[in-house]
């Protein structure tokens, strides 16, 4: 079976925009933090496709992994693309070219792939069977699929401070009326299983913010992601909060950022599994 293309659907609202704040989340991320269970597989040859690749900050770690092997990049937002083949070129990464698609539709031929890669993508894809339908045919016999995805109820701040987790409870509600999956992570096993992978190895680690300046970054980035104009009027949108209740988090969250010890941590579930020979 080739490639083909599927009927067009109206596409699901991605529930982190593309906001400066949250670019600066991304750029963040490195193949070294994010994708660590996958660099030990990797070697230079090897092909490899980057679902969901945003800006490519993770991609860059991986084309350097691979070269001369290819890295192909994918991500349903052209500005991401743009940003992703610049920082391409100015790293010099000639092995890696990005292009725009779709997880559950690749433009890419049966059988073609020794790696596919994703890090925080199909929590936010309704149809997860869909996209690691997709995934599983461009894989070649024996090729790996590695991702890493969030355990929205595994996160913390500390100190607690009053209600705080409740902004962090209406997140993963909002993700899910998105048509999301908050516990990702932690079903990750489960899936892969029911999609027909093999050699299925799972682990959990953190994303944590720790040092001051990434206490002081992280307020900055959900004081201006989870409060914009746009965050608040989904969230009002799906009734899952009030603008009293948005108000009250955001001087919780000033209390947090103000307290000695502060620190918050966000577990992710990570796999690699195999494609059946």
């Given at each position: 079976?080739?490639?083909?293309?599927?009927?067009?659907?109206?596409?699901?609202?991605?529930?982190?925009?593309?906001?400066?704040?949250f670019q600066e989340l991304l750029?963040?991320?490195?193949?070294?933090?994010c994708a660590a269970h996958l660099?030990?597989?990797?070697?230079?040859?090897?092909?490899?496709?980057?679902?969901?690749?945003?800006?490519?900050?993770?991609?860059?770690?991986?084309?350097?992994?691979?070269?001369?092997?290819?890295?192909?990049?994918?991500?349903?937002?052209?500005?991401?693309?743009?940003?992703?083949?610049?920082?391409?070129?100015?790293?010099?990464?000639?092995?890696?070219?990005?292009?725009?698609?779709?997880?559950?539709?690749?433009?890419?031929?049966?059988?073609?792939?020794?790696?596919?890669?994703?890090?925080?993508?199909?929590?936010?894809?309704?149809?997860?069977?869909?996209?690691?339908?997709?995934?599983?045919?461009?894989?070649?016999?024996?090729?790996?699929?590695?991702?890493?995805?969030?355990?929205?109820?595994?996160?913390?701040?500390?100190?607690?401070?009053?209600?705080?987790?409740?902004?962090?409870?209406?997140?993963?509600?909002?993700?899910?009326?998105?048509?999301?999956?908050?516990?990702?992570?932690?079903e990750l096993k489960r899936i892969?299983?029911?999609?027909?992978?093999?050699?299925?190895?799972?682990?959990?680690?953190?994303?944590?913010?720790?040092?001051?300046?990434?206490?002081?970054?992280?307020?900055?980035?959900?004081?201006?992601?989870?409060?914009?104009?746009?965050?608040?009027?989904?969230?009002?949108?799906?009734?899952?909060?009030?603008?009293?209740?948005?108000?009250?988090?955001?001087?919780?969250?000033?209390?947090?950022?103000?307290?000695?010890?502060?620190?918050?941590?966000?577990?992710?579930?990570?796999?690699?599994?195999?494609?059946?020979?």
């Amino acid at each position: 079976m080739t490639h083909h293309n599927n009927p067009a659907s109206p596409a699901p609202a991605y529930t982190m925009g593309y906001n400066d704040e949250f670019q600066e989340l991304l750029a963040r991320r490195n193949a070294e933090t994010c994708a660590a269970h996958l660099l030990p597989h990797l070697g230079p040859g090897l092909r490899v496709l980057d679902f969901g690749c945003g800006p490519g900050t993770i991609s860059m770690g991986l084309a350097k992994a691979v070269a001369p092997g290819e890295l192909y990049g994918i991500d349903m937002e052209a500005s991401q693309i743009e940003m992703a083949r610049s920082a391409a070129a100015a790293g010099g990464h000639a092995n890696a070219s990005f292009r725009t698609g779709d997880a559950t539709d690749l433009p890419f031929e049966d059988d073609s792939f020794d790696i596919a890669h994703c890090h925080a993508v199909l929590m936010h894809v309704p149809d997860t069977q869909a996209a690691l339908a997709e995934v599983k045919r461009v894989l070649k016999p024996g090729g790996m699929l590695s991702t890493r995805e969030m355990i929205g109820n595994a996160t913390f701040f500390e100190p607690e401070v009053e209600d705080l987790s409740g902004a962090m409870e209406t997140f993963l509600k909002l993700l899910r009326a998105n048509g999301g999956h908050p516990r990702m992570g932690c079903e990750l096993k489960r899936i892969l299983l029911e999609a027909g992978f093999s050699d299925i190895r799972a682990g959990a680690s953190f994303e944590s913010f720790t040092e001051t300046e990434d206490v002081l970054f992280f307020h900055g980035f959900a004081s201006s992601w989870f409060f914009a104009p746009e965050t608040m009027d989904m969230i009002e949108k799906h009734g899952l909060a009030s603008r009293e209740q948005l108000d009250d988090w955001r001087r919780m969250l000033d209390a947090w950022r103000d307290a000695p010890g502060a620190m918050a941590a966000f577990a992710f579930g990570e796999a690699t599994a195999r494609k059946p020979h």
